[in-house]
């Protein structure tokens, strides 16, 4: 854990002194989603009733139904897609849920609450024990300029977050959700 921790901060301490990508060009086809033998692999935090705590969740004991609402998002490091991991907010041993989880490593973000109340796009990297210190964030394929861990979670929204350079492609614009999400 501490040689993983220790990585990750040397990572983040060299992407923050990058210039911040540029935006793609209109005419950028959609990044290739594909993990390479250079991405990072951020794996889900091993307590997540801890990790949502960090982020100021609490685990329940079914998903919630009064907000129910999915966004994509897509991680890119130096041009390299990594996967968001199945299971951030979900801890299968206990069989409770965060009200933002993910299912598997499609990067389909779940809001699942049984509140009506914003979710972050901070509090999905903070349970994911991710820094979105460094990069760059997009939405719908256009430079986000607000700040990152500030970004209100909506139906459908496509976040592309960016470290160091953008994908050869340029940032997806879009993501085709499964009928019913």
């Known amino acids: 854990m501490k040689r993983t921790l220790c990585a990750l901060l040397l990572f983040l301490a060299a ?6 990508p540029a935006p793609p060009a209109a005419s950028s086809p959609p990044a290739a989603r594909t993990t390479t ?10 307590d997540a009733a801890a990790a949502a705590g960090e982020a100021g969740l609490v685990l329940l004991d079914t998903e919630g139904q009064v907000l129910h609402i999915h966004a994509h998002l897509d991680v890119f490091v130096n041009g390299a897609f990594v996967s968001v991991p199945a299971e951030i907010g ?6 409770r849920i965060s009200p933002l989880h993910t299912h598997d490593d499609s990067g389909v973000i779940h809001v699942e609450s049984p509140v009506m109340r914003d979710f972050t796009l901070g509090q999905f990297f903070a349970e994911w024990r ?5 990069s760059a964030v997009y939405v719908g394929g256009a430079p986000y300029s607000g700040d990152p861990a500030a970004l209100v979670l909506r139906a459908h929204q496509e976040i592309a977050v960016v470290y160091g350079q953008l994908p050869a492609g340029g940032v997806p614009k879009d993501y085709s959700f499964a009928e019913g999400l």
């Open 15 to 20: 992407c923050s002194s990058a210039p911040a």
């Open 37 to 46: 033998a250079a991405a990072p692999v951020w794996p889900a935090p091993a």
């Open 90 to 95: 979900i801890d299968v041993a206990a069989q």
């Open 130 to 134: 991710q820094s979105l210190r460094g």
